[in-house]
């Protein structure tokens, strides 16, 4: 053999049981999902007929999905809003203010990202517990009757009763990518502005806020991906889209519909509305912030 | 001229205050489980949940949990799925990256986009089909059916880290070592991945953490008790608690689940830190 044919043979070994192995258990499953989002298919190999569009039809005339939407939507906005913000703040403490233990902060902080959704939620059922929580025991501290609000079982409180948990889980990532960017502007730039008499506000927005705008961008865009991608776990390990659909999102309508009532194609459409909402979401997010960057600059 | 008015002070104090309450949100229910974990029913119904628990402890609670609840079981399937799943995205990932960013071929370009275009579609897409297929190949409710999925799941990651990786290598020192005679092999096993240790360690503690904490893929694949992973028998042991309230043990299959989890973290920080930021700016 050649050196050449050696080398093909080589990119070949190296390539192409990965792109095998990656598309039978990842492309195969997605393209698959399209595909059976155009069938009537009650799970297993029989009864699978061809529908056309009937599926998506049927979801404009579901009320559930569109609460489930704008549940999505409801919880991007107040993570984006909680998770970012309180990011912001966090990072510009650690670095900008010379607090003591800085350190250990940072460390603290984002102990909450590495934990699993699943133990996330087991521990905020807890603190929500109605008899035995936290929460309600420490409300109780201030009132002549215990307080025995159920905050995951009552509508009124269910879907805001989801965002504690979802931004004590992810602003130390915020925090921790825009402590990277802020340490690498250079310190001149802030003593400057000290000489001149800037406020700490000032500088926050002429200075920090510019210059780690990037990283801004990229953490608003990974909590709306992960936001509209995956908020189904906490949803199911917390309220399982429960009390009467309150806190249904799209992910848990399609686990519901596929794996409790088999309506595996009606449960793919799902799929592919997850798919098309989250790609033009963050096309759209990405245009609009892009438009900001040319302002500031 | 510096300015440290009162009015900074006061700021720096606010600040302070707001960082020890956050501390305590994070920490807190941390602790509390620890506190849990050793108390029995009677204290969790009558007692406050911040009391401390009470002597004797009940560290039985965590033996039970391990034999009774099975999370004994649990926990050896985590482990197992963990570490062999991580070790084939590694292998998977790191050959497929070394190619992309070292030679020029026709399609190149077009691999590397498929993996960094696949980590932005939702994963649940594909979840339906996923069991079907397993169920086609006799892998559902199978250790090996979690583990091929899991490592799917964590390749594309891996390539996109790991080709950044490769490409930052000087490219002499491949090249000297295919004059000298080392065939192309030699040179990524003997040279290439020794070198690229600092990238295969970060990607690979990410993998772990992925696929330790994962649960929608698990709890659809998976319907035997005996192959439940921790976070699958955790929901479990949970939803079951409406019907028999065992506190003290779920807290402790709780802690169980958590430990390893955070003893990785404190070894690793830095580059579990590094790889979720570069898994993000992708």
């Known amino acids: 053999m050649n050196w050449k044919t050696k080398r093909k043979l080589f990119i070949f070994v190296f390539t192409v049981p990965t792109l095998l192995f990656f598309c039978l258990f990842m492309i195969y499953p997605i393209v698959q999902g399209l595909y059976v989002s155009f069938f009537d298919w009650s799970g297993g190999s029989e009864t699978k007929t061809f529908i056309g569009f009937d599926n998506y039809k049927e979801m404009l005339n579901d009320p559930i999905i569109g609460h489930a939407i704008y549940n999505d939507y409801f919880l991007v906005f107040w993570k ?33 990202n590495i934990l699993s959704v699943v133990v996330i939620g087991v521990l905020w059922n807890y603190i929500y517990n109605p008899s035995i929580g936290f929460l309600n025991s420490f409300l109780s501290l201030f009132t002549e009757n215990k307080v025995e609000i159920s905050y995951l079982g009552d509508e009124a409180y269910a879907m805001w009763s989801l965002l504690p948990p979802a931004i004590w889980a992810g ?127 | 001229m510096h300015k440290k008015t009162l009015g900074s002070s006061i700021l720096s104090a606010i600040i302070y205050v707001i960082m020890i309450l956050w501390a305590l949100c994070v920490l807190y229910p941390l602790v509390w489980s620890v506190f849990g974990s050793l108390k029995d029913n009677q204290q969790f119904l009558l007692k406050m949940p911040w009391s401390l628990p009470e002597w004797p402890l009940l560290w039985e609670n965590f033996s039970n949990v391990w034999t009774n609840y099975n999370v004994g079981t649990y926990f050896m399937n985590s482990l197992i799925v963990t570490i062999v799943s991580t070790v084939l995205a590694l292998l998977l990932s790191s050959t497929t990256a070394y190619v992309i960013a070292r030679f020029k071929f026709t399609g190149s370009q077009a691999l590397y986009n498929l993996y960094l275009a696949s980590m932005m579609i939702p994963l649940i897409l594909g979840l339906i089909p996923l069991f079907f297929l397993l169920t086609d190949l006799h892998l559902s409710n199978t250790l090996m059916g979690l583990i091929l999925v899991y490592t799917a799941m964590n390749v594309s990651f891996g390539v996109f880290v790991l080709v950044g990786f490769f490409k930052t290598l000087p490219k002499e020192l491949d090249e000297s070592a295919s004059i000298d ?83 990785v973290y404190f070894i690793f920080q830095r580059q579990i830190t590094s790889g979720m930021v570069a898994g993000a700016v992708k």
């Open chain 2, 181 to 263: 005679g080392s065939s192309d092999y030699g040179v990524f096993f003997r040279i290439m991945l020794p070198l690229a240790r600092p990238g295969l360690i970060s990607v690979g503690i990410m993998n772990i953490l992925n696929i330790w904490n994962e649960y929608v893929m698990g709890t659809v694949l998976v319907n035997d008790p005996s192959k439940y992973t921790l976070p699958i028998g955790i929901a479990v042991m949970q939803a079951e608690m409406q019907y028999r309230t065992e506190w003290g043990p779920l807290f402790a299959g709780l802690l169980l689940s958590i430990i390893p989890v955070l003893v």
């Open chain 1, 171 to 297: 602003v130390g990532f915020v925090m921790v990518l825009l402590v990277a960017s802020i340490l690498n502007i250079p310190a001149e730039l802030y003593e400057a502005a000290n000489l001149d008499g800037a406020s700490q506000w000032q500088q926050f927005t002429r200075i920090t806020m510019p210059l780690t705008w990037e990283q801004i961008k990229v953490s608003i865009l990974w909590v709306v991906m992960t936001t509209l991608n995956g908020s189904f776990v906490i949803v199911w390990i917390m309220t399982e889209g429960g009390p009467d659909n309150a806190t249904q999102v799209m992910g848990s309508y399609l686990y519901q519909m596929g794996f409790r009532q088999f309506h595996m194609g009606y449960a793919s459409a799902i799929g592919a509305l997850i798919l098309v909402l989250s790609l033009i979401t963050t096309l759209a997010l990405q245009r609009i912030m892009r438009r900001d960057t040319h302002e500031m600059s």
């Open chain 1, 80 to 112: 984006v809003i909680g998770i970012v913000g309180l990011g912001i703040f966090f990072a510009v403490a650690v670095t900008r203010f010379r607090l003591k233990g800085a350190g250990f902060f940072r460390q603290v902080f984002f102990i909450p």
